[in-house]
C-alpha cells in the first residue's frame, strides 16, 4: 500500500492501491480556526481521521497558577471566547466552595439570568454559522441580528462584549444597572419572537435535510466512551443536564426543560440547539421575574484586599453552552491556585470526529464538523 501526501488543491494520480492523506487545516474555513484534520482518503471517502490539537495553546492553567483570585477570571472567560460568562461561573464556584462561602440571593439569581443570557449567544452564533457552512448565508443575518441585541444588554452590564469579567468570588462586580431588568424582559421577548424566523428559514430546507439528515451519526456507546456532553450528546438521547441533575445556582428552583432527539445526526444536533434556545430564554424570563420580587439587598460578599483560599481541593462543574466544563482547584492557602485544571466541552466534542468520519465522503465532512459545536481555544485551553 502506498501513501501520498498531498496539501487542499492538490492533486493525486488515480491508482487503486494508493491512499491519500489530506490535510485540512490547520488554517481552513471549515475547522473555525486552528484545527487541523489528517484524513485518509480512498477516493472521496475517509477511512481514518486524526484530529491534530495544540495550535493555538497558550497555557492558561499554568498561568492560573500565577495570579489571584480575582486576575484568574480574565484567563477563565477567553478560553472559550462564545461563553464567557459561564467560564467565569466555574472558576468562582469552586472557590466559593473552598472558602465554605454563602453567595447574596440576588447573585445567585443575576448570575443565573446571565449564564442563560450567554447560553442564548453561544447557540446563536452556530445557529446562524452552521447553515453558512453549508452555502446558506441568510440564516448568518437573522442569527447576528438577535445576538446584537443580547450582546446591548450583556454589554450594558458589565462593559463588554465577548469578555465580561463581571462575576467575582462572593458574587457580582457591582450592583445591575436601574432599569436594565426591564430593557432584559423586552430583549428577551424580542429574540423569542423572530427565533421561528431562523427555524422556518432552515430547519426544513430540502437543502438542509439532504445534508445533514442521516449525516455524522454518533450512538450513546461512543458518546459515554468520550466523555461528549451537552447538546451533542443530548442529540443522540442522553438525557443528561446538570442545572438538572445536579443543580447549582438557582436552577433547583427553576423548571429546566432538557431537551433530548435519538437521531443522534447533524440535523438532530442543530434541533437540539435550536430548541435550547427556547428554553434558555424562558429561564431568563422567570429569573427576571423572581429578581424584581427580590428586596433591596447586596449583590456579593465583602472580601478582604489580599483574598487567600484555605488548603485543600474542590471540583466544581457546570453545564456550560457546548456541554459540561469542569474546575479542580487545588489550593495550598495562597492567593493563587496551586492547580487549576480544566476539563473542557469542546476538547471531548472534537476528539470523537476520528470515531465518526470514516466512512463518510469528504464533501460530509464540512457538515459533520459544523454541527460539532466547538471553539478551538476551548479545546487548547
Known amino acids: 500500500m502506498t501513501e501520498r501526501i498531498v496539501g487542499i488543491g492538490a492533486g493525486a494520480k488515480e491508482l487503486a492501491t494508493e491512499d491519500m492523506i489530506l490535510n485540512i487545516g490547520p488554517q481552513h474555513p471549515s475547522t473555525h480556526g486552528v484545527l487541523r484534520l489528517r484524513l485518509t482518503l480512498d477516493g472521496e471517502r475517509i477511512s481514518s481521521a486524526e484530529p491534530i490539537i495544540g495550535y493555538m495553546h497558550r497555557g492558561a492553567e499554568k498561568l492560573f497558577e500565577v495570579r489571584d483570585y480575582r486576575q484568574i477570571i480574565m484567563l477563565a472567560n477567553r478560553h472559550d471566547w462564545l461563553s464567557g460568562f459561564a467560564n467565569e461561573l466555574g472558576v468562582v464556584l469552586a472557590a466559593e466552595r473552598m472558602l465554605g462561602m454563602e453567595v447574596p ?59 465580561y469579567m463581571f462575576n467575582r468570588v462572593g458574587g457580582l462586580k457591582e450592583e445591575l444597572p436601574y432599569g436594565w431588568l426591564d430593557r432584559v424582559a423586552e430583549t428577551v421577548a424580542l429574540t423569542r419572537s423572530k427565533i421561528p424566523d431562523i427555524e422556518g428559514l432552515i430547519l426544513h430546507n430540502e437543502i438542509f435535510l439532504a445534508r445533514t439528515k442521516g449525516v455524522g451519526v454518533l450512538d450513546r456507546e461512543t458518546i459515554m466512551q468520550y466523555g461528549v456532553s451537552g447538546p451533542i450528546a443530548r442529540a443522540s438521547g442522553v438525557d443528561l443536564d446538570l442545572r438538572r441533575d445536579q443543580p447549582y445556582l438557582a436552577y433547583p428552583e427553576l423548571p429546566v426543560k432538557v431537551v433530548t432527539r435519538t437521531a443522534g445526526d447533524c440535523h438532530a444536533r442543530f434541533e437540539v440547539l435550536l430548541e435550547q434556545v427556547k428554553v434558555a430564554l424562558d429561564l431568563a424570563d422567570a429569573c427576571v421575574a423572581k429578581l424584581r420580587s427580590l428586596p433591596p439587598g447586596p449583590i456579593n460578599q465583602r472580601l478582604p484586599k489580599v483574598l487567600k483560599v484555605p488548603e485543600g481541593h474542590a471540583y466544581a462543574w457546570t453545564e456550560n453552552p457546548l456541554g459540561i466544563n469542569g474546575y479542580y482547584l487545588v489550593s495550598k492557602g495562597d492567593k493563587t491556585p496551586w492547580r487549576m485544571k480544566l476539563r473542557s466541552a469542546s476538547y471531548s466534542n472534537i476528539q470523537v470526529l476520528r470515531e465518526m468520519l470514516p466512512g463518510h465522503l469528504v464533501a460530509d465532512m464540512v457538515a459533520i464538523l459544523g454541527s460539532m459545536f466547538f471553539v478551538v481555544g476551548d479545546i487548547d485551553k
Open 105 to 163: 440571593i440576588r447573585a445567585v439569581w443575576a448570575r443565573t439570568l446571565l449564564a442563560e443570557l450567554n447560553r442564548v449567544l453561544n447557540h446563536l452564533m452556530f445557529l446562524g454559522s452552521y447553515p453558512l457552512e453549508l452555502g446558506a448565508i441568510t440564516p448568518l443575518f437573522y442569527a447576528f441580528n438577535e445576538r446584537e441585541r443580547i450582546q446591548a444588554v450583556m454589554e450594558e452590564i458589565s462593559g463588554g462584549r465577548m469578555h
